[in-house]
């Protein structure tokens, strides 16, 4: 009877006793979950959801564990968020980051612990090039590169000058440069504002209007890209200044920007309507999961980040204390992209096309973003030669 008593006991033990290491493959995923910028936080989860959907839960036949941290949008949060995902949950890796001060804040905990870290946006110049490092991947692009195609395509219209305008934060310096940096043009005029706080935007194109610039470029991701195109339109200046941007419209924000975004040019390294299987299948299954709901760029990167991940623990069948393998297996970008084929840079940046991207009515009479063109094909970013790792 007490042998019976003590091997039931023993039983309900082990049942209460949490999996032991490496039995679940662990992912933190830092973003953004609360605040106007949620939307674009929630769109990346859902994302990343689905491509573990496809994945059967599973990797390299581990179930997978994601523990989602929300930074709030501020850089001290965000470290502090990475910090507990790698020493207290200690994660296999962590995904996400919308927000280039959040990822630079972010950066040394990753690298100095030697986990593996996927940024799905964020992509300021200085991981690509001084501190890029083993540990550290993107799915998205460097930042400056979006806006480099966007200069591109104004020299193609044979644009002659232009008065750009940005938050002040790691990202919206780096999208400016962007454009300078292919522009052939002039730059009359560049304003910074303050990040996220500022909504008004009447002063920077009050400036933009005196200046007698042919065009206006302009990066605001989020609520900002609604209240900017609100006022773009209100101030009177859609029918007499053209305007270009990256990231100022897409999927989450053009429902609220509606009418406002049509004739808006931008650039981007995915669209919706690319004709590959796998972007066709995301995306089909995307609406049908979430009724309602596009996915966006963010979702796209999102769901590219499952899928590297993924496929470096198939690499090592499970054993994800093989770092040097998994690297060397990512470095390949070997898995099904949804924009399609790319390739890595030294630095871990993708070297990838970028296309134009405008705004129209679909078959339901539904506005939605459209590939219109290839602006640049295998883009590599301006920074990869500053990096010290070589390919």
Request: hydrophobic content about 40%; some cysteine; overall charge positive.
């Amino acid at each position: 009877m007490k042998k019976a008593f003590w091997l039931a006991g023993a039983t309900i033990l082990a049942l209460a006793q949490p999996a032991l290491a490496g039995d679940t493959i662990k992912i933190g995923f830092v973003s953004t979950f609360s605040g106007p910028t949620a939307v674009i936080g929630n769109d990346m989860r859902n994302s990343f959801e689905l491509a573990l959907d496809h994945l059967g839960r599973k990797m390299g036949g581990k179930p997978v564990e994601v523990i989602y941290e929300d930074d709030g949008q501020k850089p001290d949060v965000g470290k502090q968020k990475t910090e507990k995902l790698i020493q207290s949950d200690k994660v296999d890796f962590i995904v996400g980051y919308i927000w280039s001060n959040v990822l630079l804040a972010s950066l040394k905990t990753a690298v100095d612990s030697k986990t593996f870290l996927i940024s799905a946006n964020a992509g300021p110049s200085q991981l690509a090039g001084e501190l890029c490092s083993p540990y550290v991947f993107s799915t998205s692009w460097q930042n400056d590169q979006t806006p480099q195609a966007v200069g591109t395509y104004m020299n193609q219209k044979g644009v002659k000058s232009v008065f750009l305008i940005g938050p002040n934060y790691a990202a919206g310096k780096d999208m400016l440069a962007g454009v300078k940096s292919t522009f052939k043009g002039q730059v009359v005029g560049e304003e910074y504002t303050v990040w996220p706080s500022q909504l008004d935007f009447s002063a920077e194109l009050t400036k933009a209007k005196n200046s007698k610039a042919e065009s206006i470029f302009v990066f605001y991701p989020g609520a900002a890209g609604v209240q900017f195109l609100n006022q773009y339109a209100q101030a009177g200046l859609k029918g007499q200044i053209p305007l270009y941007t990256a990231f100022t419209i897409d999927e989450l924000s053009l429902p609220l920007q509606k009418e406002n975004a049509i004739g808006v040019p931008g650039a981007q390294q995915w669209v919706n309507d690319l004709p590959n299987p796998e972007n066709k299948k995301f995306v089909e299954d995307y609406r049908k999961k979430y009724t309602g709901l596009r996915p966006t760029f963010y979702g796209a990167q999102s769901y590219d980040a499952a899928n590297l991940i993924n496929s470096a623990v198939i690499a090592v069948k499970g054993d994800t204390s093989k770092k040097d393998e998994m690297k060397a297996e990512m470095e390949k970008a070997n898995f099904k992209s949804v924009r399609g084929p790319f390739k890595y840079g030294n630095n871990h940046i993708p070297i990838q096309n970028f296309y134009l991207q405008d705004v129209v009515k679909d078959a339901d009479g539904q506005l939605s973003l459209k590939t219109v063109a290839t602006i640049v094909k295998d883009d590599q970013d301006r920074f990869h030669d500053k990096c010290p790792m070589k390919k």
